[in-house]
């Protein structure tokens, strides 16, 4: 069983930045996609970015492109999401989840290819 636990979630000005954190229990941590959702009040869970295993590709939601960043660490077991210009629209709770299989570039958009979830870590944009 996988635990992630988020955390760097705040209040921000737009055109702020924050970093939000994942950190995973996971064994063989390298072997594991990670991923990024966001839920905002009253809307459906959605896709933010995603970093593969192996190559640490890099996939994300066309309204954070050039504005988010993912990353990983495998020494330490962690994922981050930089976000940077941040708008009023990216409010949301932020989920970090995790697949221990192979995934697809498509796949990466897609909840279903993810087993283990965080709790989540709120994100307050303000005007």
């Known amino acids: 069983q996988v635990q992630l636990v988020e955390s760097g979630g705040g209040l921000v000005q737009a055109g702020g930045s924050l970093r939000l954190s994942c950190a995973a229990s996971?064994?063989?941590?390298?072997?594991?996609?990670m991923g990024w959702f966001r839920q905002a009040p009253g809307k459906e869970r959605e896709f933010a970015a995603a970093?593969?295993?192996?190559?640490?590709?890099?996939y994300y939601v066309d309204s954070v492109k050039g504005r988010f960043t993912i990353s990983r660490d495998n020494a330490k077991n962690m994922v981050y999401l930089q976000m940077n210009s941040l708008k009023p629209e990216d409010t949301a709770v932020y989920y970090c989840?995790?697949?221990?299989?192979?995934?697809?570039?498509?796949?990466?958009?897609?909840?279903?290819?993810?087993?283990?979830w965080g709790q989540g870590t709120q994100v307050t944009v303000s005007s």
């Open positions: 989840a995790a697949s221990p299989r192979a995934v697809s570039p498509r796949g990466y958009s897609d909840s279903s290819s993810y087993d283990y």
């Open positions: 996971a064994r063989a941590f390298s072997n594991y996609a």
């Open positions: 970093i593969s295993r192996s190559l640490g590709n890099t």
